[in-house]
């Protein structure tokens, strides 16, 4: 299985890589394929697909943002059962954050990931078994993952500024020790993510007011 670098929507990977997103997330998750163009470019945007015999089979986005010290995991996609995809993908996430934390000189404070609830949600997931909303809770859970304690809302990436409600915002903390993530830090974070999205649902602004608020967040179970 390789592991191969996406920079360009015109990649024939790329092709495979956004039509497996499609096939697997709800509409309202998936960036159009001409707004790829743009993010593919930046350095600090990571787009990796796992490819076996020339076809995407998964994929994952990431980033690491030094001056925060946390990283994020945007998205994972498995798309086939019984090839250890995921534990492919999760390792050389984690080789690549790893070098990047040394680049540049800093130690990182754990990594961000929106996690569906599967209580919330009723999507298919294009039927893929990994996908499954419990399986994929429980994995992450056993990975360290908790959830912050707060009713998590963030802005649609199809553009049109609907409120997506069916996600906890959780996190992996390099010191599993640790309770309460600083809410600065949080809404810094939300902030510079959700940049990109001009239009901010009422719900998420409420949201981030609330925030700023609150001095620390509480990390619960999932």
Request: charged share 25%; hydrophobic share 40%.
């Amino acid at each position: 299985m390789e592991y191969v670098r996406i920079r360009s929507i015109d990649e024939p990977v790329f092709a495979g890589m956004h039509r497996l997103m499609q096939e697997v997330f709800p509409p309202e998750e998936v960036l159009a394929y001409e707004l790829w163009a743009d993010p593919l470019l930046d350095e600090g945007i990571h787009v990796y697909a796992a490819v076996l015999d020339g076809e995407v089979v998964g994929a994952t986005e990431y980033r690491y943002f030094d001056d925060m010290r946390v990283a994020v995991t945007d998205f994972t996609i498995i798309g086939k059962a019984g090839l250890s995809i995921g534990r492919f993908l999760m390792k050389k996430r984690e080789e690549d954050l790893q070098r990047m934390a040394r680049e540049t000189g800093t130690q990182p404070l754990g990594m961000f990931a929106e996690i569906y609830d599967p209580a919330e949600t009723a999507h298919g997931f294009g039927g893929a078994t990994p996908m499954n909303p419990i399986v994929r809770r429980e994995v992450l859970s056993h990975m360290g993952y908790r959830k912050l304690d707060i009713d998590y809302v963030h802005p649609s990436w199809d553009h049109e500024g609907k409120a997506v409600t069916e996600l906890d915002l959780c996190f992996l903390s390099t010191d599993e020790s640790l309770d309460l993530l600083p809410a600065p830090l949080i809404t810094a974070y939300l902030e510079r993510y959700y940049s990109a999205l001009p239009n901010k649902p009422a719900a998420w602004l409420t949201m981030m007011d609330e925030l700023r608020g609150r001095d620390f967040i509480a990390l619960l179970p999932i």
